[in-house]
């Protein structure tokens, strides 16, 4: 059975760092696509960052474009999301996800995405 953890979530001041994690277990996903997600109360899921199999290459929604890295470490099968100068509209609950299928593309939709973590909460205050 497949599971996704996060971790690294909490309170922060505005212009401080988070750096979430998000931890595989259940199969390797090596070669699959791994992205973040975030949800505000009473607002759609939103795209956050995706990264490819390898890790070369990295796609940013534009609000957080400059100030988030994504990276991750197939050997721990383990995504990672380094967030930088966080602002209070970045608050939200925040989701790791993993395709299924490997291969290429770019997928920034809820839909493109098979497994999902439950979550943890980022805070930043003003």
């Known amino acids: 059975q497949v599971q996704l953890v996060e971790s690294g979530g909490g309170l922060v001041q505005a212009g401080g760092s988070l750096r979430l994690s998000c931890t595989a277990s259940?199969?390797?996903?090596?070669?699959?696509?791994m992205g973040w997600f975030r949800q505000a109360p009473g607002k759609e899921r939103q795209f956050v960052a995706a990264?490819?199999?390898?890790?070369?290459?990295?796609n940013y929604g534009d609000s957080v474009l400059g100030r988030f890295t994504i990276s991750r470490d197939n050997a721990k099968n383990t995504v990672y999301l380094q967030m930088n100068r966080l602002k209070p509209e970045d608050t939200a609950v925040y989701y790791c996800?993993?395709?299924?299928?490997?291969?290429?593309?770019?997928?920034?939709?809820?839909?493109?995405?098979?497994?999902w973590g439950q979550g943890t909460q980022v805070t930043v205050s003003s």
């Open positions: 996800a993993v395709r299924a299928s490997p291969g290429g593309g770019w997928y920034r939709a809820v839909g493109d995405y098979d497994y």
């Open positions: 990264i490819n199999w390898s890790g070369a290459v990295a």
């Open positions: 259940g199969r390797t996903f090596s070669r699959n696509h």
